[in-house]
């Protein structure tokens, strides 16, 4: 299939590449000259702008947006919409709120146009891992769209089959990494959840590592403290432990480089998503106790900083490459 991706930053590049390495035809654009330059050596079509897309696309042409959640894809989005003709397909894949996903997708279908949300994890590990996708769309729009997506999907890999699960009654492509979440913004719902809980799981690691980093400090009876190498707790954890798990694999790699993580600055930032968890679990009346608690942690980190917030900065740089400045 040919496909225009809008956006080579840090995933939009790689999902170009992974696309290419299955077979499928890119045309990319980006406001960086340099970034197509890239794609185009290795082996996609470059666009001046959409209206050059546009022409260098198949009829109906398919969209793939990977820029950040707000008016950068806002008006993107508005741009394609109107120089794609009947049956065009346009995909966010950044973080946008589901809400406006809803928006998007009435607005687009009075001009015959198919929008599919597209809420992607893997960070700057999708080139080689794939990504883990939820799409919100309608049921023969995601079916046009399954080769790209598994394309995109990690696949079975080496992960044991789910024991209870009978792939004869569910849906398989969970399986390959990706699902069909339903309509337009329930994928972006899902991956809002998704973030919600990693939010939730990182501050997990960050305290109870900053625990163990505290068992030495002067707060702590001279004959009960302990020096504690968190490069090997880390290590340790990651084999055989109930709480192993690729953010833990992070850790360790972070640790390894630098115990006293002294690179990072602990302001540590969010993207929105958790914000809008919280928001949605109001809404829902369900109560979020960790996840509300994980959010106001990191508005207290640009504050003051404690090693757990270097710990999160370290997880954020390990999985999506996010540098994260002090104010």
């Given at each position: 299939?040919?496909?225009?991706i809008?956006?080579?930053g840090?995933?939009?590049?790689?999902?170009?590449?992974?696309?290419?390495?299955?077979?499928?035809?890119?045309?990319?654009?980006?406001?960086?000259?340099?970034?197509?330059?890239?794609?185009?050596?290795?082996?996609a079509?470059?666009?001046?702008?959409?209206?050059?897309?546009?022409?260098?696309?198949?009829?109906?042409?398919?969209?793939?947006?990977?820029?950040?959640?707000?008016e950068?894809?806002?008006?993107?989005v508005?741009?394609?919409?109107?120089?794609?003709?009947?049956?065009?397909?346009?995909?966010?894949g950044?973080?946008?709120?589901?809400?406006?996903?809803i928006?998007?997708?009435?607005?687009?279908?009075?001009k015959?146009?198919?929008?599919?949300?597209?809420?992607?994890?893997?960070?700057?590990?999708?080139?080689?891992?794939?990504?883990?996708?939820?799409v919100?769309?309608?049921?023969?729009?995601?079916?046009?769209l399954?080769?790209?997506?598994?394309?995109?999907a990690?696949?079975?890999?080496?992960?044991?089959?789910t024991?209870?699960?009978?792939?004869?009654?569910?849906?398989?492509?969970?399986?390959?990494?990706?699902?069909?979440?339903?309509?337009?913004?329930?994928?972006?719902?899902?991956?809002?959840?998704?973030?919600g809980?990693?939010?939730?799981?990182?501050?997990?690691?960050?305290?109870?590592?900053?625990?163990?980093?505290?068992?030495?400090?002067?707060?702590?009876?001279?004959?009960?403290?302990?020096?504690?190498?968190?490069?090997?707790?880390?290590?340790?954890?990651?084999?055989?432990?109930?709480?192993?798990?690729?953010?833990?694999?992070?850790?360790?790699?972070?640790?390894?480089?630098?115990?006293?993580?002294?690179?990072?600055?602990?302001?540590?930032?969010?993207?929105?998503?958790?914000?809008?968890?919280?928001?949605?679990?109001?809404?829902?009346?369900?109560?979020?106790?960790?996840l509300?608690?994980?959010?106001?942690?990191?508005?207290?980190?640009?504050?003051?900083?404690?090693?757990?917030?270097?710990?999160?900065?370290?997880?954020?740089f390990?999985?999506?490459?996010?540098?994260?400045?002090?104010?």
């Open positions: 299939m040919k496909i225009g809008i956006g080579l840090r995933m939009g590049g790689n999902i170009a590449r992974r696309l290419m390495r299955a077979g499928h035809e890119t045309v990319v654009f980006d406001r960086d000259e340099k970034a197509i330059a890239a794609l185009v050596e290795d082996g079509v470059g666009a001046s702008s959409l209206a050059d897309m546009q022409g260098k696309l198949a009829d109906p042409a398919i969209y793939w947006v990977m820029l950040p959640a707000g950068p894809t806002e008006q993107t508005a741009a394609i919409g109107e120089q794609c003709g009947p049956g065009g397909i346009i995909i966010d950044g973080n946008s709120f589901y809400k406006d996903d928006r998007r997708s009435k607005a687009l279908a009075e015959q146009v198919h929008y599919v949300d597209v809420g992607t994890s893997g960070g700057v590990w999708g080139l080689e891992r794939g990504y883990c996708m939820m919100g769309g309608d049921d023969a729009t995601i079916k046009t399954d080769p790209i997506l598994e394309a995109l990690p696949g079975l890999g080496t992960i044991p089959r024991p209870g699960r009978d792939p004869e009654k569910e849906d398989s492509r969970a399986e390959l990494g990706y699902i069909h979440a339903g309509p337009a913004g329930a994928g972006h719902f899902v991956k809002m959840v998704h973030n809980i990693e939010y939730g799981l990182m501050q997990a690691y960050a305290e109870g590592f900053d625990i163990l980093k505290g068992k030495s400090s002067e707060h702590v009876a001279e004959d009960e403290r302990f020096d504690l190498n968190l490069t090997d707790i880390a290590e340790v954890w990651r084999r055989g432990s109930v709480i192993s798990s690729w953010l833990l694999d992070l850790t360790a790699i972070g640790l390894a480089k630098d115990q006293m993580l002294e690179q990072f600055s602990g302001n540590v930032a969010d993207s929105g998503e958790g914000q809008w968890t919280i928001d949605a679990a109001m809404e829902e009346k369900v109560p979020a106790n960790v509300t608690a994980a959010l106001y942690a990191r508005y207290r980190s640009r504050v003051e900083h404690t090693f757990g917030d270097k710990l999160l900065s370290a997880m954020r390990g999985f999506g490459g996010h540098v994260e400045m002090p104010q």
